[in-house]
């Protein structure tokens, strides 16, 4: 392992206040977020939107990294170029969507594990070969009626911390996320306790499992309310319940933290992540920054609903929500920023 080359990816991730761009939908999921904008279902039209986002102007101002899907990786742009070439052009830093999704658990009604060990020490030598550089494995943990289950936290960590080596044994920067789902009607403090017993265990097996702490990023949720609580709680408690959980699991050597949005209006993430920057400014050992697909790309989506004319206003969107995003990174984003006709550009004046 070649810990120099990951610090120096995972430095370079983290660096000018930016943040990363999930752009790694499978192909069910980019369906599923089509389907209501009458978007066509096709492999075209997948490449097209993801077209309209790498060539963003000034995209790699606000983003460090962007996540592919396999898909992408293999198209190219309109004017021929392949993607990760292109996202290079933009100064931005390729990685891959490496699991193969989330599945039903035997034994474990209500719950999943994620699959895609299998060949993938051969699938990492392929994607390094095309120039990517970190990778991702998401895990979904899901908060119900008597779950989550030890067994389920248990077997996911394994999976999370057997990817993690396989990847830094190929030179790429793992990017660990463990999700605890928005969805149900727990509480802030049952969020709290969930992610605090999941993320014990993940740091647990990956030190067990000689993963470089220096040479990953954990890619969490937010502590929240669940979707169908009836309290929802303000921004400076969820920004304080996160950081405080993040202080007694996630060890001082993890360089950064990107959080996935997880539904959350765009909005919001944003606030609740630059309160936890302001708040935690002086007491975090980590870079506290995002990893968005869904807060940064919602709006430019529905602009775009699938027609050529609209790509400029979608990608002035997306360059929007990008902007707002490391704003909040910076402890730098006001909620003004969303009805500025003219948003100065984040660390900068604003
Ligand atoms: P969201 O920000 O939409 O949650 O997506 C992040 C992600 O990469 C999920 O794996």
């Avoid at 989550?148 to 057997?162: E, K």
Wanted: aromatic share 6%; net charge negative.
């Amino acid at each position: 392992m070649n810990l120099q080359k990951l610090e120096a990816t995972a430095r370079a991730l983290l660096a000018d206040g930016k943040g990363l761009l999930a752009m790694d939908e499978s192909t069910g999921t980019a369906n599923k977020r089509f389907a209501p904008l009458g978007v066509p279902q096709t492999e075209d039209a997948r490449r097209a939107y993801r077209d309209l986002i790498v060539t963003t102007p000034e995209l790699g101002k606000n983003i460090s990294g962007a996540i592919l899907y396999d898909e992408t990786v293999r198209q190219k742009t309109k004017d021929e170029r392949p993607f990760v070439e292109a996202i290079i052009q933009a100064g931005i830093i390729p990685g891959i969507k490496v699991d193969a999704g989330a599945k039903e658990m035997a034994a474990h009604p209500g719950e999943k594990i994620t699959e895609g060990l299998d060949g993938l020490r051969e699938r990492l030598a392929e994607y390094t070969g095309l120039g990517l550089r970190f990778a991702k494995w998401r895990a979904v943990i899901t908060i119900g009626d008597g779950i989550p289950s030890d067994g389920c936290i248990a077997a996911n960590a394994d999976a999370l911390a057997r990817y993690a080596a396989l990847c830094q044994e190929a030179g790429l920067v793992p990017i660990v996320e463990p999700e605890v789902l928005m969805e149900g009607s727990h509480t802030l403090e049952q969020c709290a306790e969930v992610t605090e017993r999941t993320l014990n265990v993940v740091f647990d097996v990956l030190i067990r499992q000689r993963v470089a702490l220096e040479g990953m990023i954990l890619k969490p949720n937010m502590i929240l309310p669940g979707l169908d609580c009836p309290v929802q709680n303000p921004v400076e408690e969820v920004a304080d319940a996160t950081v405080s959980c993040f202080l007694r699991t996630v060890p001082a050597a993890v360089p950064g933290i990107a959080f996935l949005s997880g539904g959350q209006p765009s909005e919001l993430a944003a606030e609740r992540l630059n309160a936890m920057n302001v708040r935690f400014k002086e007491r975090m050992p980590w870079a506290l920054t995002f990893s968005f697909s869904r807060a940064i790309q919602q709006p430019a989506l529905e602009i775009w609903a699938g027609r050529d004319e609209n790509i400029p206003a979608a990608q002035a969107a997306l360059l929007h929500r990008a902007q707002c995003s490391r704003a909040a990174r910076l402890g730098e984003y006001h909620p003004d920023m969303e009805t500025s006709t003219d948003p100065a550009t984040p660390g900068e004046q604003f």
